[in-house]
């Protein structure tokens, strides 16, 4: 009987290291698009596309405005419950591949330790933004180091509803032209390369149209470059 018993509790404790070695959970991140209520593109008439997010932004009697919110798990994946790892950086970009004005094609989205202050950094191009990080001057949207959560996490972007056919019209606009947009989320340690995927431990896309699939002109009787 004493055999058996220091054979079980051997066994336990050997079980209990095992639980305590697993990883604490694995890196995860998705993106998601809707229109507020009574807004423009909450509920499109016929003949609109259906299989991608789209605000018409092509009334001015109606307001164009969409949501973004982002649900997050930055666990560190080489984390475990008795050596717990700094969690991973959480990266987020609006990228528009028609470029606003001609220039820009990246705009990375930080905010400060409170997350009451939302910055948005423009980038020419994929290029310019690997190299923001090799200069060290490329902001994540959440560092890891300022993260203290190890688990789920919904945030909404900008904490609320952007009204788009209202900051189109600001003169320093720049991610409001009408064309196809991505919301890029990325999880990434140290080793973030952001023309490699394969240094992205975690990744979501989520693409959307502000009225029209590419950047629109403007004419003498109407503008198809912003939301109206």
């Known amino acids: ?27 995860s991140i998705k993106l998601a698009i809707t229109f507020p209520k009574n807004s423009a593109g909450e509920k499109l008439s016929g003949g609109l596309p259906s299989s991608t997010k789209i605000s018409p932004c092509s009334d001015i009697a109606k307001m164009d405005a969409a949501t973004f919110t982002l649900t997050y798990d930055a666990t560190n994946p ?11 950086d959480v990266y987020l970009f609006f990228y528009n591949p028609d470029t606003v004005d001609g220039t820009n094609k990246f705009y990375s989205v930080n905010q400060d330790l409170l997350r009451r202050v939302v910055n948005v950094d423009a980038y020419l191009d994929a290029d310019a933004v690997k190299s923001a990080k090799l ?16 688990g789920s996490m919904t945030e909404i972007l900008f904490g609320t ?40 431990l975690a ?3 989520a693409t959307m149209m502000f009225g029209m699939p590419w950047h629109g002109n403007v004419s003498s009787a109407v503008t198809t470059k912003t939301c109206q």
Do not use: C
């Open 203 to 205: 990744w979501d896309v």
């Open 135 to 150: 200069a060290g001057t490329l902001a994540p949207y959440l560092s890891g180091l300022d993260n203290y959560n190890n």
């Open 1 to 27: 009987m004493t055999h058996f018993k220091f054979l079980f509790i051997a066994l336990s404790l050997v079980v209990a290291g095992l639980i305590n070695a697993e990883a604490v959970g694995a890196p």
């Open 161 to 200: 509803a952007i009204r788009l056919d209202a900051l189109a019209s600001q003169s320093t606009s720049t991610g409001l032209s009408t064309g196809t947009w991505q919301l890029i989320g990325i999880l990434s340690d140290a080793n973030f390369d952001f023309t490699n995927p394969s240094t992205w």
């Open 78 to 88: 080489l984390s475990t419950k008795t050596a717990p790892l700094t969690p991973l």
